[in-house]
Antibody
Framework: QVQLVQSGAEVKKPGASVKVSCKAS????????MHWVRQAPGQGLEWMGI????????TYAQKFQGRVTMTRDTSTSTVHMDLSSLRSEDTAVYYC????????????????WGQGTLVTVSS | DVVMTQSPLSLPVTLGQPASISCRSS???????????LNWFQQRPGQSPRRLIY???NRDSGVPDRFSGSGSGTDFTLKISRVEADDVGVYYC?????????FGQGTKLEIK
């Protein structure tokens, strides 16, 4: 069965960077897009971007351009999301969510989500 | 960015009664291939979101047929024919036609 298992909670100081990982199993990793979505405490959902695990290309929401980098490691079926220059407003639960198969465009967000990773930014 | 506006934001419902959530987009969600990429997600307390409906009206596997989606262009609706206790949570619409993908503010469904 499809599983997305994310790395553990992080506490970071303002200005630092954080790397959240998402390890996929139960399907052909390189055949499906992966999205990242975040949710600030008590708030709604916010799409951050998408990565093609086959070629490694990524597209980011304008809001995060220059601060976010999404990468993948096909040897471990893991995608990573790096967010730099952290500020208090980045305190949120970060989710990876599997997208559609690579031949689908636009690639939707499907029914497979990680458990979420809480990133707390505090001095 | 496409703005998704949901209403109501709070929805108290009696068990067994129907419920309806509206979602409006600031631009048409019809993609160049003719499909409309409007999804509905449910987020139960303390859980990750779960997709219920994709492309306006298609139910995901395992989603009860009490849930239905409809609409076109910029106006969409999620209906629950008979609310059960298990339906408590926040419901989000999300458009996947235009980048960046955007979500509605969420509608909190609670039992009266």
């Amino acid at each position: 069965q499809v599983q997305l298992v994310q790395s553990g909670a992080e506490v970071k100081k303002p200005g630092a960077s954080v790397k959240v990982s998402c390890k996929a199993s139960g399907y052909t990793f390189a055949s499906y897009f992966m999205h990242w979505v975040r949710q600030a405490p008590g708030q709604g959902l916010e799409w951050m971007g998408i990565i093609n695990p086959s070629g490694g290309s990524a597209t980011y929401a304008q809001k995060f351009q220059g601060r976010v980098t999404m990468t993948r490691d096909t040897s471990t079926s893991t995608v990573h999301m790096d967010l730099s220059s952290l500020r208090s407003e980045d305190t949120a639960v970060y989710y990876c969510a599997r997208g559609d198969i690579l031949t689908t465009y636009p690639p939707g967000v499907t029914n497979y989500w990680g458990q979420g990773t809480l990133v707390t930014v505090s001095s | 960015d496409v703005v998704m506006t949901q209403s109501p934001l709070s929805l108290p419902v009696t068990l067994g009664q129907p419920a309806s959530i509206s979602c409006r987009s600031s631009q048409s969600l019809v993609y160049s291939d003719g499909n409309t990429h409007l999804n509905w997600f449910q987020q139960r307390p303390g859980q990750s979101p779960r997709r219920l409906i994709y492309k306006v009206s298609n139910r995901d596997s395992g989603v009860p047929d009490r849930f239905s989606g409809s609409g076109s262009g910029t106006d969409f609706t999620l209906k629950i024919s008979r609310v059960e206790a298990d339906d408590v949570g926040v419901y989000y619409c999300m458009q996947g036609t235009h980048r960046p993908y955007t979500f509605g503010q969420g509608t909190k469904l609670e039992i009266k």
